[in-house]
């Protein structure tokens, strides 16, 4: 059954797209160039972190294959997810809801650029690390579009892994393998990654239940999704820090993550807070926003630090 039949067949619409009209604009925005900016931005810090060199032409290969393995993560999850996405206020402007590009058009696209990312990246640094990349692409469709996006509130949770994985790809680009110090740059993306979008989640919930996505706030309420945010803000914050406690950073790093992850944790019981009206809305907001900084930051400190202490 296509994409289309079984659109209609769950919302009993007439699900036509016309297609070949897509223009280079719509096919970039199908690879979610904003996360892909993030993904790239976290690999090459995972890169610079690690031990060891990778010639320079080298890594702006694995860079350049971990971007579009990202953006071929990014294309197959409009592909499949273009029924709810036509739903959803935030989403149903994207290429495929809009009639810009088919279905199969995206799919197609999708898996060329999944197949050779993974391939240009195992044959040009190794294999190892373009094993990963496959590992991530298909974790982030199959288990967290095709399986756990619509099944579980703990979606975000598991499934927010696959965002983590950049800097462990980036780690193991230079060195071949993973470590200590790249699985703690796993854990801050991993943990930053519920609180992130489930503030988002709260002012778009009416979003997910229209669409049926089980969404905390959707399932368990907004009350509980509060307390988890705050719940995973606290657990964060010294992960945040650890690469300092740990020895990996110095301690401009340790004092200024500390401060980032107060107003963090501060921001986050300020949703847990307010609980009704404009405030909540905007406490949720606030906080939703105040992340994507947070987690650059947190990244950047640890790149800056890194580059200085190359140079003295």
């Known amino acids: 059954m296509s994409l289309a039949e079984r659109h209609e067949m769950m919302t009993g619409q007439d699900a036509t797209w016309e297609g070949g009209m897509g223009s280079v604009g719509d096919y970039i925005a199908l690879l979610k160039p904003r996360v892909m900016s993030l993904v790239i931005f976290t690999a ?3 890169m610079m972190l690690a031990p060891g060199q990778l010639h320079p032409v080298l890594a702006g290969v694995g860079l350049l294959c971990i971007a579009i393995g990202a953006g071929a993560s990014g294309a197959l999850n409009m592909w499949y997810d273009a029924d709810i996405d036509r739903i959803m206020s935030r989403t149903k402007k994207r290429p495929i809801p809009a009639g810009k590009i088919t279905p199969d058009e995206a799919l197609v696209f999708g898996l060329t650029l999944s197949l050779g990312s993974v391939l240009t990246l195992g044959l040009v640094v190794n294999w190892f690390t373009g094993a990963f ?3 991530t692409i298909l974790f982030y469709v199959v288990i967290y579009t095709m399986w756990l996006k619509r099944s579980t ?7 927010g892994a696959a965002g983590a994985f950049p ?4 780690w193991a680009a230079v060195t071949g393998n993973v470590s200590l110090e790249s699985l703690i740059l796993f854990l801050i993306i991993f943990m930053w990654t519920p609180p992130h979008f489930w503030a988002l989640a709260l002012f778009k919930s009416g979003d997910y239940r229209a669409a049926g996505i089980p ?3 959707v399932v368990a309420g907004e009350s509980s999704t509060r307390t988890q945010i705050l719940a995973y803000a606290v657990i964060l914050a010294p992960i945040v820090v650890s690469p300092y406690l740990l ?3 110095g301690p401009v790093y ?3 993550s500390s401060a980032l992850s107060a107003v963090f944790v501060a921001l986050a019981f300020n949703v ?3 609980r009704e009206g404009d405030a909540a809305r905007k406490a949720a907001i606030r906080l939703f926003s105040y992340s994507i900084l947070y987690l650059f930051l947190i990244f950047a400190l640890l790149l800056g630090e890194n580059l200085l202490t190359r140079m003295v």
């Open 254 to 256: 340790g004092g200024v």
């Open 133 to 135: 990349l496959a590992f």
């Open 272 to 274: 847990w807070r307010k």
């Open 153 to 159: 509130p703990q979606n975000i949770v598991i499934g």
């Open 247 to 249: 020895g990996f950073a």
């Open 167 to 170: 800097p462990i790809i980036g």
């Open 215 to 217: 969404m905390m706030p």
């Open 44 to 46: 090459f810090v995972g």
